[in-house]
């Protein structure tokens, strides 16, 4: 039996004190469920309200890519850098340790490899699943104007179904088929019908006209995608202009892993995206630490 001898008087009511409603500082997230918040908080930094996540799921499509041959080697010794990962479960099964302290954001969606139409995707993890794996989100591609647009808009749409009953946000992930244009217009349109039929925030190509007009016609954070890899002052550079142009941080594979010095780039990138520090400034960081970690002399 509890002990109730001696209680207390209650007094400290903060009269004073208006009662604090609590606010999320993801763009379009006060209104979701306090799970559902909690999750997109360990992707968003609370600070910031921005992320860096680590985009690692490419082996689901096009298998060994160079820079993930072994995940266990090249990618674990950076994730203390990364706010989230996004990854397949076969690699955060079989790879990644049950400590990680990054929140994760699980690929979700799949089936056709390099070697067929790629836009063919299907639902590719149950929602239990994603549950028992206590990940952040999940991530499905969204194939918009592609073969099988409408397949890939309801794998997402299913998707946010299961989530929302779960409490697990979705990520929706503009996908562009080969001969699609990538300019503003398009990814306005793509971002939007994401966040319209529920994806909780969009991971979006940079473009260098107009990509303010692709986050400011989002309710949902944009996140921009690397893409292919650029020298690293230049994908820095992008990762800056689209945080200034309205990014909630960015989601970097090829332009992380596959740099010559991984850690040191991911550790500039988290000072552009966290601390807005001017892409020169960040990448005379990158070549310090890339100096430093190589164990030669600053
Ligand atoms: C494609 C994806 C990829 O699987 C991956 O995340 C791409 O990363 P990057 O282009 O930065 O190497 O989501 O849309």
New binding site residues.
Partial sequence: MADTDNLKDTKEYFLDIPMKAAQSNVRGASALDWGMQNRLSRIFQPGSGKTVML?V??GYFQGPTAGLERVDVTIVPLLQNADAL?CTRGILRSTIPASLQSGVVLRASGGPSILKELSNEHIAVDMDDAARLNVSAVAV?VYIGGEFESQSVHNMTRLVDAGLGRGIPVLG?T?VGKDMVRDARYFRLACRICAELGAQFV?TYYVDEGFETVTASCPVPVVM???KKLPELDALTMAYRAVQEGAAGV?????IFQSDAPLAMIQAVNKVVHERMKPEHAYELYQTLQREQAGRPV
């Fill in positions: 985009a799921d490419h996004m591609q992930v996908a991971k995608a690397g893409g989601d970097m594979g090829r332009n």
